[in-house]
């Protein structure tokens, strides 16, 4: 496992990933910080957590628009999806876990 240090709406996490998914999850960090910042730039939402949770919701509805008249993704669009949510998943846990020890 190889360890990395990134950063989302300017907060460092380590996160550690296979040396094959590292460029999968430095893109994932970076679309999630994109979406963070701007919705944060937006000063209608403050506060990491719902600025985060207002993020997911964003990045679901994009995956949901991408779906076919049938409701299926396509193989291709759905590979890249499930890896992108994946490495979401894993930043998004990263970046919440340091508040599960303040409760």
């Known amino acids: 496992m190889e360890l990395l240090t990134v950063k989302i709406l300017g907060r ?6 296979a040396p094959e998914e590292k460029d999968a ?6 679309y999630v910080d994109d979406k963070m910042l701007a ?3 937006l000063g209608k939402i403050t506060g990491n957590d719902r600025i985060a949770v207002f993020a997911a919701l964003n990045i679901a509805n994009e995956l949901l628009a991408a ?4 409701g299926a993704l396509s193989d ?3 590979g890249e999806f499930k890896r992108r949510i994946q490495s979401m998943n894993a930043a ?8 599960e020890k303040l409760f």
Do not use: M, T
């Open 12 to 17: 460092e996490y380590r996160l550690s990933c």
């Open 25 to 30: 999850l430095l893109a994932a960090v970076a």
């Open 39 to 41: 919705i944060r730039d």
């Open 67 to 70: 779906r076919g008249p049938d």
């Open 76 to 78: 291709l669009a759905f």
């Open 92 to 99: 998004i846990d990263a970046a919440l876990s340091p508040q």
